[in-house]
């Protein structure tokens, strides 16, 4: 009896999504997974997240001028400025560290993979987006079958300007805030004219991770329903 269950428990596990979630700049992967808590709770017969910090280790003076002990929590993907500062909507010749960021994605997919696909907010989901791009063009030593880009933009970085040139074929979920002063709408609904398989969800907030499982529910049920097929 004890073989039986230990058999339909691991059953369960095999037909849950494994999602790879990317936090956004100044942030960290503890700090994204309490955001993220609602969604955790809402699909967690659905959903094993795993949460990646990223590798470059954020001054909050230098970025936002607050003038206290730097915060244990904020990392980046990449910086736009060599003295270790990124702006969204700044364009820039520069991308610093980000060669090291694909490359920890690279490694924790070979150590605590498979994922079936990424979810990214902010800077973690522009990441997200030009690793579909990179994927796509066999760029990297890894494979997902879907992307969630939330509040996500176009890199401004012209190292990454290279990556744009194609249409995604991945299926993607795009979610982003109407009032959004961070990433202005339109940065985002660029980013979702570059997938051809898309699935667009808005809201009237801001800058933030929607709680609500119905901005999900439809496209992680779609997702779920093509793995196990």
């Not at 990214?120 to 579909?132: E, K």
């Amino acid at each position: 009896m004890y073989y039986t269950n230990r058999i339909a428990v691991m059953d369960i596990s095999l037909n849950k999504l494994r999602i790879l979630a990317l936090h956004g700049y100044a942030q960290s992967d503890t700090i994204f997974k309490t955001k993220l808590g609602s969604l955790r709770k809402g699909f967690k017969k659905e959903i094993d997240f795993v949460f990646l910090k990223a590798p470059h280790k954020v001054s909050m003076k230098s970025n936002f001028g607050i003038d206290e002990p730097e915060a244990e929590g904020a990392y980046g993907w990449w910086f736009n400025t060599e003295d270790h500062i990124f702006k969204a909507t700044v364009p820039s010749d520069l991308a610093v560290g980000f060669e090291a960021s694909v490359a920890l994605v690279e490694k924790t997919f070979q150590e605590s993979g498979p994922f079936d696909g990424i979810l990214g907010f902010s800077q973690g989901a522009a990441f997200a987006t030009i690793l579909c791009f990179m994927q796509q063009r066999d760029l990297l030593s890894i494979k997902f079958d879907f992307a969630i880009i939330i509040s996500g933009f176009k890199s401004l970085c012209k190292p990454h300007a290279t990556y744009y040139n194609d249409k995604i074929s991945i299926p993607s979920l795009h979610i982003y805030g109407r009032s959004d002063q961070v990433i202005p709408t339109e940065m985002a609904e660029e980013v979702s004219k570059m997938f051809i398989h898309k699935t667009n969800t808005t809201h009237e907030g801001g800058h933030y991770i929607p709680s609500k499982k119905e901005c999900y529910k439809e496209f992680i049920l779609d997702m779920l329903s093509n793995k196990i097929k």
